[in-house]
T-cell receptor, first 116, second 113 residues
């Protein structure tokens, strides 16, 4: 019974490069959420996706950030032209098929992005 | 807008003693859930306990229990018989809108041997 999986666990990029973070939800889950945790802060919501649809991206920076959850394969959070301020831990969570308030979100182990 | 406030950046407790971590929240929703998550140095987010707002009874999970005061919008976590493995960051979170969890800034718990 695998939980939410994220890879890589650690990612180092130089300024201007692209970062691609992957998230495989728990088996049977079709709702994926991305959160960002800046140093010494709590997690902040970025985007909510269902299969092939972005439901809410109100927490995503307007530029350089994008997310997708294709019909097949993991969800991808993509950061183009990374800057030092993008250094953070990025967490993915998933929930059951209904996406209701009562559905608990289960978190993955996170990807720690370091931008040099 | 929802907010979650953890006013204790750091707490210490002696092994085997009891400690209480504070959390207050604000939401205009009538239906919501509250959580405490533990984040050890591995940074994995581990669900400690969950409370449904419409339930009067305080949630309990082994050595972890909450004091949920709905009128005061307070949701504190009590850890009994503290163990060295309890040392971690603890985050309080509110889930009121359908998909957004709102997290506090965390409390770092140190357990002294």
């Amino acid at each position: 019974n695998a939980g939410v999986m994220q890879n890589p666990r650690h990612l180092v990029r130089r300024r201007g490069q692209e970062a691609r973070l992957r998230c495989s939800p728990m088996k049977g889950h079709s709702h994926v959420y991305w959160y960002r945790q800046l140093p010494e802060e709590g997690l902040k919501f970025m985007v909510y996706l269902q299969k092939e649809n972005i439901i809410d991206e109100s927490g995503m920076p307007k530029e350089r950030f994008s997310a997708e959850f294709p019909k097949e394969g993991p969800s991808i959070l993509r950061i183009q032209q990374v800057v030092r301020g993008d250094s953070a831990a990025y967490f993915c969570a998933s929930s059951g098929t209904s996406g209701r308030l009562s559905d608990t979100q289960y978190f993955g182990p996170g990807t720690r992005l370091t931008v040099l | 807008a929802q907010t979650v406030t953890q006013s204790q950046p750091e707490m210490s407790v002696q092994e085997a003693e009891t400690v209480t971590l504070s959390c207050t929240y604000d939401t205009s929703e009538s239906d919501y859930y509250l959580f405490w998550y533990k984040q050890p140095p591995s940074r994995q987010m581990i669900l400690v306990i969950r409370q449904e707002a419409y339930k009067q009874q305080n949630a309990t999970e082994n050595r972890f229990s909450v004091n949920f005061q709905k009128a005061a919008k307070s949701f504190s976590l009590k850890i009994s018989d503290s163990q060295l493995g309890d040392a971690a960051m603890y985050f309080c979170a509110c889930h009121a809108e359908t998909y957004k969890y709102i997290f506090g800034t965390g409390t770092r718990l140190k357990v002294l041997a």
